[in-house]
Every structure is written in C-alpha cells, then in structure tokens.
C-alpha cells in the first residue's frame, strides 16, 4: 500500500466480507457485547450511585466526568450526588469537542495520567461517550496504532480502569452500548474520521438518565431520532445480521415510529423521552452488534464535507441504502410490515417503492428534509454538491460500513446513489433496486 490506510479500506479485505456477510456465514461469528448493567426508568441515577458505593473500594473512588461543554451542569450534578451518597470524588473533564479530535483524547489520558481515574463516565451525547472510549483505550494502550485495529481485537483493558460508564444526553447515536468509538485521526492529512473498533469499548455500565434527554430542542430531537432509525433499518437490511441483532432493531423500529414525533412535538412528553432513549439504545445494543448500514458510509462522507447534523444526513441516505440492497435480499419484507404496508400479492419491487414511500411520509412528520436539496441551513446547490463529488465517492467507498453491504458497492454506484440523493425521488431511488 503506498498511503497509511485503515484495515478496512483494504481492496481484498471489501472483496473478501462481502461474501462473509453471506447468509452462509450468519452465525460464524457473532459475540453480543452490551453493558454488564443498564440502568433504566427515572432512579436510574440513584442506582446506578448504590452500584458504585457497593463496589469502588477505598482509595478507588476517583471518577473522571467526560462532559460536553454545553451539558457541564449533568455533570456537576452527577459530581455532587456521587460525592453526597456515596463519598465519591470526581474530576470534570469538559474539552469534548464535535467530531472527537485525537488531540482531545490525548489532553483526557494526561488528565488521566494524573488523577488515576478507576472509573470514567461520559455525560453527552456521542462525542463524549466516544472521547471517552478513546481516552481508556490512549490511556490503557498508548501503543495502539488505529490503522491496525482490527476487529474483532482483544486489547486488555481495563488495568487502569475499572468501569467506563455512558450516560446519553441525546437518543440516537447508542454509544453507551456499542464496542466502537468514532475519532478525527488528526494525525492524518487531511484529517479523516476513524472507527476504533474493539469489544472491550463497551460501556460497563449504562445509565439512562431521562431527565437528561428532555431538553434537546425539535431539530436534536428529531436528527438524533433519525439516527436511531437509521441504526435500526440501516443494519436490519444486513445479511450480516443475527436473531439477537434482529429482535433489537425490529423493537427499535416499533417504538421510534410511535414515540419520535411525539417527542418532536411535544418535549416535555416524558413518556415518549424515555421511550426514546430506550430505543435508542435497544438499536444500539442491535447495530453495534452488526455494523451500521451503507447509509451510514454515505452520510458521514457527505456530513464531513457539508456539516449537516449526523442524523439528518444518515436520514436523507436511508431511502437509498434499502432500495439498493432491496435487489439482493427480501430483509426489506418486515421493515415494510413495520411501516403497516401489505405485502400480499404484490410484487417485491412494488413493497420496497410503499415501503420508502411510507418512510418518507414518516420523515415529513418528524420534520426531517427528504432530500439534499431541501435542505436550508446551510442550503446546498447542486454545483457545490457535484463540486464536492469525487471526495465524498473516494470516503464513503473506503469507509467501514463498504465493507458489510448486502449488496456489493463500487465507486460508480457509490456515484449514482449520491446523484439521486441530491432530489430524492421515489423514481430515481426505485432505479438503484433495478439497477
Ligand atoms: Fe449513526
């Protein structure tokens, strides 16, 4: 290879899993990695509090807080009630910054160096439970070269750390169940976003605090829903999927299509903000089991080049990821069931257009833009979108998600998908399933 690249950008590798995601290889190789415990419904706080008084011995109640910036008040809160319960100190480490810069991380492990956290808790929504998925990996294995990751890997951690806990403050992104950790590989020129992808990632604990999900304003609410949609259908359409993945994503579906408008519409809806969170992560325990879709691979690649929240732009590239892969597996019949369309006696090209056609209805409800076009902050032309053409091809095809396709992805597909994206018509999207 004559550039440093990530293993999963390897050509022979992209050849090589896309007959691993067979249905031949389902069941090859499937661990289910979740937390120990979650703690759910409105004491969450309180017990997951009695958990660590129980078990952080003397001379081990030390706790690093990952916050955000904008959310530092959860993180005081959770500082004081730990301290008032159960004695415990902390440490509040709110340099979080959007899209996960290394260069944070490493400010986290100094931070670590020092305090000798035996716990680490993230408070916020992705980027701190990735930053500080990043800091125990940085600070536990300071050897670790990303590029050579390769999951599944066993690293050992945990030496230093005893627990990484996650609690959400968004409902979407599911990383407080997931084993993978998004980060801005600033090392690299230009920077690009990388997954570390390894088991021992894995929140021990998660903690789903409602309260902490019931202020994101209608735009948050319904970008971060979207996500976990896009989770939930995205990684469904897999082959590579496993009955545990499947019972997670179905369930997922069910509820955010029953309580996310709700939860754009009306924010203090507490019912529809728990329910939310919980979907949120059920996906997660089901996509971070599988893989994200190839929506995913299309929409960061376009979000890191427009800067369109992450949600919004997996949301726009959903359509296209099921009417691709549609061609190569019937995995689209019980989304659409889900969805209330009836499949008897109709064609299997005649389910996939009601089923988008039916999630597009959906995307109108939540106020979520159905298309490139639609979009209005910032507003992107078609010239600035084909401008930016051949880069966001060269990223989505060398991201991980490539890899996991049902359907085989090269670069002149990746282009046509992204063509279409820009309108988003049911039409055009039906000829990525001909095609
Ligand atoms: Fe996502």
Redesign the pocket.
Same mark, same amino acid.
Do not use: C, L
């Given at each position: 290879m004559s550039r440093d690249i990530a293993w999963y950008e390897d050509p022979n590798l992209k050849n090589l899993f896309i007959k691993a995601a067979s249905n031949a290889m389902r069941g090859w190789h499937c661990p289910f990695t979740t937390p120990k415990t979650t703690f759910t419904g409105t004491n969450s706080l309180v017990d997951f509090t009695n958990h660590l008084g129980a078990f952080l011995k003397e001379g081990e109640k030390r706790v690093l807080i990952v916050v955000d910036k904008d959310l530092r008040k959860y993180g005081e809160k959770v500082a004081d009630f730990i301290k008032t319960q159960k004695g415990i100190d902390s440490k509040l480490f709110n340099n979080v910054l959007p899209d996960v810069p290394k260069f944070t991380v490493l400010e986290g492990v100094e931070v670590c160096k020092e305090y000798n956290p035996k716990v680490i808790i993230a408070i916020g929504g992705?980027s701190a439970m990735d930053t500080a998925k990043m800091i125990l990996l940085y600070y536990e294995r300071p050897d670790i070269n990303l590029n050579t990751m390769v999951a599944p890997s066993y690293l050992g951690l945990r030496q230093k750390v005893k627990w990484l806990v996650a609690m959400p403050t968004t409902s979407?992104?599911?990383a407080e169940t997931t084993f993978i950790a998004v980060v801005t590989d600033t090392d690299r020129e230009p920077p690009k976003k990388t997954e570390a992808v390894c088991y021992e990632l894995c929140p021990d604990f998660a903690v789903l605090v409602p309260e902490f999900v019931a202020s994101m304003p209608p735009y948050l609410t319904m970008g971060t829903g979207m996500? *976990?949609l *896009? /989770?939930a259908m995205g990684s469904y359409v897999l082959t590579m999927s496993t009955e545990l993945s499947d019972m997670c994503n179905l369930k997922a579906i069910e509820l955010i299509l029953k309580y996310l408008p709700r939860s754009v519409k009306r924010g203090k809806d507490m019912e529809a903000r728990e329910k939310m969170q919980l979907a949120a992560f059920i996906t997660g325990m089901g996509f971070g089991n599988v893989s994200?879709g190839i929506e995913?691979g299309l929409? /960061?690649s376009f979000g890191a080049l427009f800067h369109i929240h992450?949600?919004v732009c997996?949301g726009l590239y959903l359509c296209a990821s099921i009417a691709y892969q549609s061609k190569v597996t019937d995995r689209f019949k019980p989304l659409a069931k889900l969805f209330g369309v009836k499949s008897e006696g109709k064609q299997r090209d005649e389910i996939v257009k009601e089923l988008l056609i039916k999630l597009q209805d959906f995307m109108k409800l939540v106020g979520c833009p159905l298309s490139i076009s639609e979009l209005d902050d910032p507003k992107i032309s078609l010239e600035d979108y084909n401008a930016k053409m051949d880069q966001m091809v060269d990223y989505a095809f060398n991201d991980y998600t490539t890899l996991s396709s049902t359907r085989k992805l090269d670069p002149p597909q990746v282009r046509k998908i992204y063509d279409i994206v820009y309108e988003n018509k049911i039409d055009d999207l039906m000829e990525l399933y001909y095609m």
């Open positions: 992705g979407g992104t599911g996500d *976990a *896009a /989770h994200g995913h929409g /960061h992450h949600g997996v």
